[in-house]
């Protein structure tokens, strides 16, 4: 009887996770370049009366076996790299990618990470930076006499200086695409880290391999729904309320094993 408290605990506990997970998404809805989170379970052990196929006569065979589950455990959170939906800035320096790939940024440690929140801006120097003022790579200086700064589809950065009628073309962006996109390490701040689950990083110019390429004064918002979310917090909600119902229901039956010799 024991076994149901048990049991139901680790409901209880999974259920927590995935209520976990739907409450950070949900608190991201508005975050640019956020990828939605999915938790996954995996049914425990089981103790095992009777095989399947247990001998039940001399001619006949169990056909199903007696096989009493042990409970839930969480598996995996999974990062969904679907597109979001672009909104439009009129920010010449913010960007979004139709595809793929990642903008890559310098960490102050020199390590490369990975996002897609292609909100930038300048800093003193005149370097593009994200919001925590990290180096997008490969590195773009935009002159300080510049009248107006264009990015092309296939990341081709150019200005129009003071003074000039044609355009100059300052560098080639480039975007890093992985074969297992959620392996990356989430960082925070909308950053990611390459691990060995993730494999190396695919360094293209916007338009191979799948990168995908970049559209100018857009950025890209998280993949959230928010119908999604809020139906699985739900259900999470009632399904943690029923774990806790089984333990209530086992501590009752207890309580009457208890009072039998009265």
């Known amino acids: 009887m024991l076994r149901s408290i048990y049991t139901a605990s680790t409901g209880m506990i999974a259920q927590q996770t995935q209520i976990d997970t739907t409450s950070n998404n949900i608190a991201n809805v508005n975050t640019v370049g956020y990828r939605k989170q999915r938790a996954e379970f995996a049914d425990l052990m089981y103790q095992v009366s009777e095989y399947a196929g247990t001998a039940t006569s001399s001619t ?99 200005v129009i200086q003071a003074g000039q009628q044609g355009a100059q073309q300052l560098t080639q962006l480039e975007l890093a695409t992985f074969v297992n996109p959620a392996g990356l390490h989430a960082l925070g701040d909308n950053l990611l880290l390459g691990t060995d689950a993730s494999g190396g990083p695919i360094v293209s110019t916007p338009g191979l391999n799948g990168a995908g390429n970049i559209e100018q004064g857009f950025v890209e918002l998280s993949n959230v729904q928010l119908v999604i979310e809020l139906t699985d917090l739900i259900t999470g909600q009632r399904a943690y309320e029923a774990n806790s119902k089984a333990i209530t229901t086992s501590d009752e039956m207890l309580q009457t094993v208890n009072g039998l010799k009265r």
């Open 60 to 158: 006949t065979n169990s056909p199903t076996g007696l096989e009493v589950g042990l409970g839930v455990r969480p598996t995996a959170i999974t990062k969904i790299f679907s597109q979001g939906n672009f909104q439009n800035t009129g920010n010449n320096l913010d960007m979004a990618i139709t595809g793929n790939g990642f903008f890559q940024i310098e960490l102050p440690d020199g390590k490369i990470a990975y996002t897609r929140n292609g909100a930038f801006k300048l800093n003193q120097d005149g370097q593009v930076v994200n919001s925590a003022g990290y180096k997008l790579i490969p590195e773009i200086v935009v002159p300080n006499d510049t009248t107006d700064i264009a990015i092309g589809a296939d990341g081709v950065v150019s």
